[in-house]
């Protein structure tokens, strides 16, 4: 990696800023003043130090974020705001992403990261991880909604929706469900129990793998990851 990337990478300004403090003589490699930006070191063995401080270096970052409604799942949006606006800047600078998505009026589990290759493991078809929402529903819920799922409901547009697990929390005029589903198609809840002639008035996700919301967590709100949960997503990419 070249070192002007490194430091830019970690706040440290443009590279032509990066470039004054080598002038200035106020960075160094293993122990010695540098002069050129461009130079290409090790990041994880070479010690790099600026102002007498040492430059601890992260290849990716994992972050939980507990989604608000009204916010959407993209980098970036010139009309709403992203789950990205909710990050510190030293968390921007790594550019994450949301892995996957939440429709704009969902809340809940959230992963932002910049590990490309385990946001494709997660987002895969073929992995088939478990969603797991938390939903309210105008209409009443039955068990013949529970076998349409286990069967795999149509939707509007004909495509047949892969087996789902329908739990029924509490059922009324407003019905409270849990559902697992195993694909993230476009408003795929919600399309879901149109199928069924009902509607979502609210929805939550709140697992997804083995990946559990952190209840702690207030909308908005994010950490990083623990060390079990880090473990659980780089097995996905093993």
Same mark, same amino acid.
């Given at each position: 990696?070249?070192?002007?990337?490194?430091?830019?990478?970690?706040?440290?300004? &443009?590279?032509? !800023?990066?470039?004054?403090?080598?002038?200035?003589?106020?960075?160094?490699?293993?122990?010695?003043?540098?002069?050129?930006?461009?130079?290409?070191?090790? %990041? =994880?063995?070479?010690?790099?130090?600026?102002?007498?401080?040492?430059?601890?270096?992260q290849e990716f970052?994992?972050?939980?974020?507990?989604?608000? %409604?009204?916010?959407?799942?993209?980098? !970036?949006?010139?009309?709403?705001?992203?789950?990205?606006?909710?990050?510190?800047?030293?968390?921007?600078?790594?550019? %994450?992403?949301?892995?996957?998505?939440?429709?704009?009026?969902?809340?809940?589990?959230?992963?932002?990261?910049?590990?490309?290759?385990?946001?494709?493991?997660? /987002?895969?078809?073929?992995?088939?991880?478990?969603?797991?929402?938390?939903?309210?529903?105008?209409?009443? @819920?039955? &068990?013949?909604?529970?076998? #349409?799922?286990? #069967?795999?409901?149509t939707l509007e547009?004909?495509?047949?929706?892969?087996? /789902? /697990?329908?739990?029924?929390?509490?059922?009324? =005029?407003?019905?409270?469900?849990?559902?697992?589903?195993?694909?993230?198609?476009?408003h795929q809840v919600?399309?879901?129990?149109?199928? @069924?002639?009902?509607? @979502?008035?609210?929805?939550?996700?709140?697992?997804?793998?083995?990946?559990?919301?952190? =209840?702690?967590? &207030? %909308?908005?709100?994010?950490?990083?990851?623990? =060390?079990?949960?880090?473990?659980?997503?780089? #097995?996905?990419?093993?």
């Amino acid at each position: 990696m070249r070192l002007d990337k490194l430091l830019a990478n970690k706040g440290y300004g &443009s590279r032509k !800023e990066v470039k004054n403090l080598l002038k200035k003589k106020r960075v160094s490699v293993n122990g010695e003043y540098v002069k050129n930006s461009s130079q290409h070191i090790q %990041p =994880e063995v070479d010690i790099v130090m600026v102002d007498k401080e040492k430059i601890n270096y992260q290849e990716f970052i994992y972050l939980m974020l507990h989604k608000p %409604p009204g916010c959407i799942s993209a980098t !970036e949006d010139k009309r709403h705001r992203t789950v990205l606006d909710l990050l510190k800047d030293e968390h921007r600078l790594f550019k %994450p992403f949301p892995v996957g998505r939440l429709d704009k009026d969902t809340e809940g589990l959230l992963l932002i990261t910049n590990d490309g290759e385990l946001a494709h493991k997660l /987002a895969s078809p073929k992995k088939e991880i478990d969603k797991v929402y938390y939903a309210r529903i105008e209409g009443i @819920v039955t &068990s013949e909604d529970i076998e #349409s799922f286990q #069967s795999g409901v149509t939707l509007e547009d004909g495509y047949q929706a892969k087996p /789902a /697990a329908l739990k029924i929390l509490h059922q009324g =005029e407003i019905s409270e469900i849990e559902v697992t589903v195993t694909e993230g198609k476009y408003h795929q809840v919600k399309r879901m129990f149109e199928a @069924v002639g009902k509607k @979502v008035i609210y929805l939550k996700r709140k697992q997804m793998g083995e990946l559990r919301l952190d =209840e702690r967590l &207030s %909308p908005g709100s994010y950490r990083e990851l623990t =060390e079990e949960e880090l473990d659980y997503c780089l #097995s996905l990419k093993s």
